[in-house]
């Protein structure tokens, strides 16, 4: 049994499930039911199970054997990752709009009105951090804010700010410029969470690490902070 994590509505699962055929069960886990409705009809021989990735879900009973995730946005990678972990199980993820993680999740009328499924909530909202997963991931990344900062707390938003460029660019600035800047921030954000899973001990090999090295932050926080004192060379 494979695990596609926050599957929407199958765009991972269904390819899968026709591609390894019927010794193999796809188990799709996301909290929209509406999403999972639509994947059962496009695909029934998919598994569906309307859960929130960020309760802690017993794989074990389903007999699963790894978990997927494919563009999980925000936070919902972590949780998948975290899912995979928590079972003792390997995992290939692939990230999806980084800055959506950093949106507090609300957990109030729209979560009623179904029931506990969460399936109303906003996509931003499904995408967010519970209040047990922490941005910045390690204590490396936060170290190194909280240093160029010059006193500055404001951590949080530094780490926002980082993750919105992942995504869309630091603007105003050539396409050229736009996707080095993006290249380099999801670096950033992908280097923190390897940092993170490594310090509790387990090993995410899903992290490009090439070219890491002394550029690490320039482009990107300088445009930030405006300090002209930034050694890359303390992020690494």
Same mark, same amino acid.
């Given at each position: &049994?494979?695990?596609? !994590? ?6 991972? *699962? ?11 069960? &796809?188990?799709?886990?996301? @909290? ?9 009809? $496009?695909?029934?021989? &998919? ?6 990735? !960020? ?42 709009? %980084? ?7 609300? +957990? ?11 399936? $109303? ?7 967010? #951090?519970? *209040?047990?997963?922490? +941005? ?7 170290? #190194? ?17 980082? #993750?919105?460029? !992942?995504? @869309?660019?630091?603007?105003?600035? %050539?396409?050229?410029?736009? @996707? ?8 950033? &954000? ?5 940092? +993170? ?40």
């Amino acid at each position: &049994v494979i695990v596609d !994590a926050a599957s929407g509505a199958g765009n991972l *699962s269904i390819p899968l499930s026709g591609l390894l055929g019927r010794k193999t069960t &796809v188990l799709a886990i996301d @909290v929209n039911e509406v999403a999972l409705h639509r994947l059962k009809e $496009r695909d029934a021989s &998919v598994k569906v199970l309307c859960a929130d990735l !960020a309760a802690d879900i017993d794989l074990e009973r389903f007999g699963a054997s790894m978990v997927v995730s494919l563009h999980g946005c925000g936070a919902a990678t972590d949780m998948a990752i975290r899912l995979a972990t928590r079972n003792r199980l390997p995992f290939v993820v692939s990230p999806c709009c %980084t800055a959506k993680a950093v949106v507090g999740r609300t +957990y109030g009328p729209q979560l009623q009105a179904t029931n506990g499924t969460g399936s $109303r909530m906003s996509s931003e909202h499904r995408s967010g #951090a519970p *209040s047990d997963i922490v +941005y910045p991931r390690s204590a490396w990344l936060a170290s #190194a804010l909280t240093e160029h900062l010059n006193g500055n707390d404001d951590i949080d938003g530094a780490y926002a700010t980082i #993750a919105k460029v !992942a995504d @869309v660019g630091l603007g105003p600035q %050539t396409p050229l410029e736009q @996707v080095e800047h993006q290249r380099l921030a999801k670096r950033i &954000v992908e280097w923190d969470g390897q940092r +993170y899973w490594q310090s509790i001990g387990e090993r995410p090999d899903r992290f490009d690490q090439a070219g890491l090295g002394r550029r690490f932050f320039c482009s990107i926080w300088k445009g930030y902070c405006g300090c002209s004192r930034i050694c890359c060379c303390d992020f690494v």
